[in-house]
């Protein structure tokens, strides 16, 4: 009697397991291409799970675009696409793959979309799963990712030379890049020049530019005479189509630091007496400051090949444009010295107009005579000292005679 309960048991056990439901769950989904863009397609994929240990028979899944009350805008299903699918039996703890092709309205605007991927059994309903599509509209975007040069001097020309990317998620062409309106209006009509204007063509053009791909642009400028040396933004105007060929316009801007420079040289105006090997001499030294700019806190070094220097280092200060000064250098020379061509090496430091240190160096080529050269110079000059001397005795003979006819 026991043994005949307890295989009804059992028996019941095992139908009552039978006829335990499925519960189909939306485990995962995913879509391609992601972002979604405006009249663009998607392939939307969703993993249909069977969270239970019992059969889930005759399962069925269905994508709804709205919810109670709201828009199916703006997506609609491809045509041939069901909106309902059947999964037909999926057994426990089993996953069943269903995809759809969707349309995305022409007129989507930038944002974050929602439909709901329900799923049930024998055609009824049972759980509604909300998914969120992200919709951003296809189009070429540029960005000036290189410029050089990074500085330019007042009153020159420079090349600007740019390297453009496309940073966006869709082709661009007819690429026109220049510098924007050169020149301002004021209320009162009076027209302000900029400082710095392109020079000869104003914009450089690229054909193309595909996703991610870089390319060089070229625009010519003028630093003008007037302009202040400082730190410029110069702005960039750029104009592009995409595929649909509808235009955009943008502005990037670009740094460039503007110099007035100080350009320094420097020569030799006396050496007295002549170099020549051991004996002293006294070197002149002009320095002049050809350049616009302003040479501040002026420091200059001497050395030399064929002497030493009683002082070598000297501070000048400031030297303004077109402006100069002197020193003496007041040479030993070796009596091992040989004679011939040899070399004075000055070296000027100075900060220009932004503080920055800069560094001249100079190489002056110097005679050191031998003691025969010399005394060959000297005679050459002897005669005229000679004839200078004989007219001043004749001049004072003359005085002393006439004079003292005179007292007589």
């Given at each position: 009697?026991?043994?005949?309960?307890?295989?009804?048991?059992?028996?019941?056990?095992?139908?009552?397991?039978?006829?335990?439901?499925?519960?189909?769950?939306?485990?995962?989904?995913?879509?391609?291409?992601?972002?979604?863009?405006?009249?663009?397609?998607?392939?939307?994929?969703?993993?249909?799970?069977?969270?239970?240990?019992?059969?889930?028979?005759?399962?069925?899944?269905?994508?709804?675009?709205?919810?109670?009350?709201?828009?199916?805008?703006?997506?609609?299903?491809?045509?041939?696409?069901?909106?309902?699918?059947?999964?037909?039996?999926?057994?426990?703890?089993?996953?069943?793959?269903?995809?759809?092709?969707?349309?995305?309205?022409?007129?989507?605007?930038?944002?974050?979309?929602?439909?709901?991927?329900?799923?049930?059994?024998?055609?009824?309903?049972?759980?509604?799963?909300?998914?969120?599509?992200?919709?951003?509209?296809?189009?070429?975007?540029?960005?000036?990712?290189?410029?050089?040069?990074?500085?330019?001097?007042?009153?020159?020309?420079?090349?600007?030379?740019?390297?453009?990317?496309?940073?966006?998620?869709?082709?661009?062409?007819?690429?026109?890049?220049?510098?924007?309106?050169?020149?301002?209006?004021?209320?009162?009509?009076?027209?302000?020049?900029?400082?710095?204007?392109?020079?000869?063509?104003?914009?450089?053009?690229i054909k193309s530019l595909k996703i991610d791909e870089t390319a060089s642009a070229q625009i010519p400028l003028m630093i003008n005479p007037s302009a202040t040396a400082k730190a410029y933004?110069?702005?960039?105007?750029?104009?592009?189509?995409?595929?649909?060929?509808?235009?955009?316009?943008?502005?990037?801007?670009?740094?460039?630091?503007?110099?007035?420079?100080?350009?320094?040289?420097?020569?030799?105006?006396?050496?007295?007496?002549?170099?020549?090997?051991?004996?002293?001499?006294?070197?002149?030294?002009?320095?002049?400051?050809?350049?616009?700019?302003?040479?501040?806190?002026?420091?200059?070094?001497?050395?030399?090949?064929?002497?030493?220097?009683?002082?070598?280092?000297?501070?000048?200060?400031?030297?303004?444009?077109?402006?100069?000064?002197?020193?003496?250098?007041?040479?030993?020379?070796?009596?091992?010295?040989?004679?011939?061509?040899?070399?004075?090496?000055?070296?000027?430091?100075?900060?220009n107009e932004f503080g920055e240190e800069q560094e001249i160096v100079q190489k002056i080529p110097v005679m050191l005579y031998t003691p025969a050269e010399i005394a060959s110079q000297t005679s050459q000059q002897t005669p005229w000292t000679l004839y200078l001397i004989a007219i001043l005795a004749i001049v004072g003979i003359a005085y002393l005679i006439?004079?003292?006819?005179?007292?007589?």
């Amino acid at each position: 009697m026991i043994s005949k309960n307890f295989a009804v048991i059992l028996g019941v056990l095992f139908f009552a397991a039978l006829a335990v439901a499925g519960n189909l769950e939306v485990s995962s989904t995913n879509y391609d291409v992601a972002p979604a863009s405006p009249g663009g397609t998607i392939i939307l994929w969703a993993h249909v799970f069977n969270n239970s240990n019992g059969i889930s028979e005759k399962g069925i899944v269905n994508l709804k675009f709205k919810s109670a009350g709201g828009s199916e805008f703006p997506f609609s299903l491809a045509i041939g696409e069901a909106a309902q699918k059947n999964l037909g039996n999926v057994l426990a703890n089993q996953t069943a793959l269903v995809s759809y092709k969707i349309l995305v309205d022409p007129k989507t605007p930038d944002g974050s979309y929602t439909l709901y991927i329900e799923t049930g059994e024998n055609s009824n309903i049972e759980k509604s799963t909300p998914i969120s599509i992200i919709v951003l509209k296809r189009k070429p975007a540029l960005m000036v990712v290189s410029s050089s040069p990074t500085s330019a001097e007042i009153g020159k020309t420079a090349s600007l030379q740019l390297i453009l990317q496309n940073t966006g998620n869709s082709n661009a062409l007819n690429i026109s890049i220049g510098l924007a309106e050169d020149r301002t209006v004021t209320t009162t009509g009076i027209i302000v020049e900029r400082d710095i204007v392109p020079l000869g063509a104003a914009f450089s053009n690229i054909k193309s530019l595909k996703i991610d791909e870089t390319a060089s642009a070229q625009i010519p400028l003028m630093i003008n005479p007037s302009a202040t040396a400082k730190a410029y933004y110069i702005p960039l105007t750029l104009t592009f189509y995409d595929e649909n060929r509808t235009k955009y316009t943008q502005t990037e801007y670009v740094g460039i630091k503007v110099l007035d420079n100080a350009e320094l040289g420097a020569s030799i105006s006396d050496i007295t007496p002549l170099l020549a090997a051991g004996q002293k001499s006294a070197i002149t030294v002009d320095i002049f400051n050809t350049g616009t700019g302003t040479a501040k806190y002026l420091t200059l070094s001497a050395k030399a090949d064929f002497a030493t220097f009683k002082q070598g280092n000297f501070f000048i200060g400031t030297l303004n444009s077109d402006d100069s000064d002197n020193l003496t250098l007041n040479a030993t020379v070796p009596i091992t010295e040989n004679a011939g061509l040899h070399t004075l090496e000055i070296t000027m430091k100075f900060k220009n107009e932004f503080g920055e240190e800069q560094e001249i160096v100079q190489k002056i080529p110097v005679m050191l005579y031998t003691p025969a050269e010399i005394a060959s110079q000297t005679s050459q000059q002897t005669p005229w000292t000679l004839y200078l001397i004989a007219i001043l005795a004749i001049v004072g003979i003359a005085y002393l005679i006439f004079g003292r006819k005179k007292k007589k």
